[in-house]
DNA sequence: GGGCCTATATATAAGTT
DNA sequence: TAACTTATATATAGGCC
């Protein structure tokens, strides 16, 4: 959409890639809120910019909320993820490597470390619900059985690259500050007290989040 | 868009509802796709059908691909979350419940159970990369130090729903089938060859995933 | 670099089949 | 039910400050 058809494919230049990141960043997140509101459904987005910059989205306040609608046995976890131990000490290693390294350039080039705290934070949050998904499907996986074939099974190639992150734009229409009436006001179970207790040990950061949010909302509301 | 102005809440009509959520679903896939292709980033998606389906998206292939970019020391994982683990148990618990009680309505609405599968095993990918998030996020918290101040702090309350999953579309450029020659062709790192190993252990269905993806490909190539 | 503007390209709400 | 069609509402590319 625009003065001319982009062609679908990377932009060269620079400066315009990141424009249009930010430009469609807004504009699928505006999406994404837009789609939680209509439906009545969570959505979570996560993004990363050319640079490298991570962006999150959460309709429903922080994702980790979201995915804890998955939870299942808690004791179950530790047996899960074990097969995959070896496998995963060495890609974390040498990702380990990489993230030391874009660390320093993070340092460098990335000042404002409040919105990296964000994104830390954030990423310690939707560690939890990820747990919670995978218990909750482990119970799933024992319900089901062994009645699924596997011939859909596909590996595709990783492309990792070294990243570096900064704000975590996680969206609540709940938060002290501008609170959104008529946003996720389905409580229909009996968890709605339960989360809040979720992080006294972490803090997420919803300033940038609920600027972009109030912006979007407004636009949308009517 | 459309023949009349939308209001942006909830939509009463249930079949209109599930109608709207599948077509904005496909644009947002769609203009994730498009924002990962043209600023060459990496995009996830997940989100929640009015009926508690869970719908994912990712521009790299994998979701926990895309979150591998931020792992760190292994080790470090167990020391973490063991905070909140009182809480965490409650939480599990209650959604616990929940869950057996929509796993019996799902086995009765929903025959489809590879697409369970496919959630199940995207999810326990998604906990692998969560950790790693959380992992790599541990060391930043290190490297930064405590130089960050907590004013920011929210928390929302939650709004767990019991909820069912089915289709993970996890999209990839780099299947076997539907290549899409181009998409996130800059492997600019060395970590290309690792990742690759990533889940002999698990398998990931994703027929709906490029049936979708080469429809919305094509659409938006030229 | 962020905001605003405007012409165009897209997305999509209803309607139709 | 799901696929098309079409009128409209939105998103946004390229400019300009």
New binding site residues.
Partial sequence: ??????AMRRIDNPT?RQ??Y???K???I??AG?LSV?CDTDVALVMFSPSGRLSSFASNGRIEDILLRFVDRPDELRGGPINHEEELEEKLDKLTRKQRESQEKMRYYEPNVEKINSALEAGVYQQFLTTAIQRIQTSKAKLLGSQLGHERTENAEVQAASMQMDDAVSLTGQSAEGNHAGMKSNMDDNQSGSSSAAGPHLSLGFIESQRMWNKAWE??KY
């Fill in positions: 959409m625009g003065r001319k058809k982009l315009s424009l249009t930010t430009k469609r807004e504009g699928i505006k999406k837009e209509l636009n949308m």
